[in-house]
């Protein structure tokens, strides 16, 4: 990620094989590039809202189905990524 050291907030949310959306927040508080590594045992469950069809048992139910970033700042500007990856080592 490119961070400006805005003081922002971005979310990155996963949703798992039953549907369930688990979330990393990623705050901007550096300058420049920075590699930011997500284990999956640091995403929770996001509690404010699920879909409706989500097979809810707060369980990361692989394989990941798909990934979204969602800006949650008043800041202005632009958030940058680079090579999203999303591994599971067994």
Known sequence: MYGAKSGGVVNFDIT???GEMWRFIIKDDFK???EIICPFSSFFVRQDWQ???AKRNEALDFPIM???FEPRSTTEGVYYFDCVKLLRKM
Do not use: E, I, V
């Open 16 to 18: 798992d094989a039953g």
């Open 32 to 34: 420049g590039w920075k």
């Open 51 to 53: 879909p409706s069809t």
């Open 66 to 68: 798909s990934f979204q």
